[in-house]
């Protein structure tokens, strides 16, 4: 999927309601606080973030489409936010980031990534001891999601189960999950219903 393309147009007010959803779900799982460092991993234009940068001390957004990163920036500024920082990064490259963050959250992005294990542990380095990981994504599906990206080569959606076991082979603790959202996509064919979970574990 060429994201950099989309990244105009990516706010629209479907994606934008349900951020503000997700946001949510995710401040109350990991219970955020006012000292907390935050690392958004594939943040797109930074529609969670925006709904969680006045909850925390800082939040670096990170994504590997420049196109993206471009948008969340001219965002940032337009809005004089001081608190959150863009990054234009691969986290498996050479990039600067350490070991200094208490949550780290990604949501709609894990299931674009073929090798997750590897990724996921590239998180788990990343955060402090005791520090949070927050996944939000599809429940698994058949391939319908994706169905209109003929380019799509991820995952049709996570079982929970199984993405709690990779977890915990990486070294995450404390694993929860639930499904909290159902909602609805124009697919070629009619409206495809899917729903998303919210997992977090603990270094």
């Known amino acids: 999927m060429n994201f950099d393309s989309q990244s105009a147009h990516w706010d629209d007010e479907k994606r934008t309601k349900r951020a503000k959803i997700i ?6 799982a ?4 006012a000292h907390d460092r935050a690392l958004e991993f594939g943040c797109g234009t930074g529609l969670i973030s925006f709904n969680l940068y006045d909850k925390v001390r800082e939040i670096v957004c990170v994504d ?3 196109g993206m990163i471009d948008v969340l920036n001219t ?6 936010i ?3 920082v863009a990054c234009h990064a691969d986290i498996q490259g050479d990039d600067p980031l350490v070991p200094q963050y208490e949550v780290v959250y990604t949501s709609m992005a894990l299931h674009h990534i073929l090798d997750i294990e590897t990724t996921l542990a590239r998180l788990y380095q ?3 001891p005791e520090g949070a990981l927050c996944i939000v994504d599809l429940d698994e599906e058949d391939g319908s999601f994706h169905k209109a990206d003929p380019d799509f080569i991820g ?3 996570f079982n929970q189960q199984e993405l709690k076991q990779v977890l915990a082979k990486i070294g995450f603790g404390a694993l929860a999950s639930h499904t909290f959202y159902h909602d609805t996509k124009q697919v070629a ?3 495809l219903p899917y729903s998303l979970f919210i997992m977090v574990g603990r270094k």
């Open 189 to 191: 064919g009619g409206v």
């Open 126 to 128: 990343l955060l402090k």
């Open 30 to 33: 990991v219970e955020l606080k």
């Open 64 to 66: 590997t489409s420049k």
């Open 75 to 80: 965002k940032i500024r337009q809005h004089n």
């Open 82 to 84: 001081r608190n959150m």
């Open 23 to 28: 946001a949510e779900q995710i401040a109350a």
């Open 155 to 157: 995952h049709n959606g």
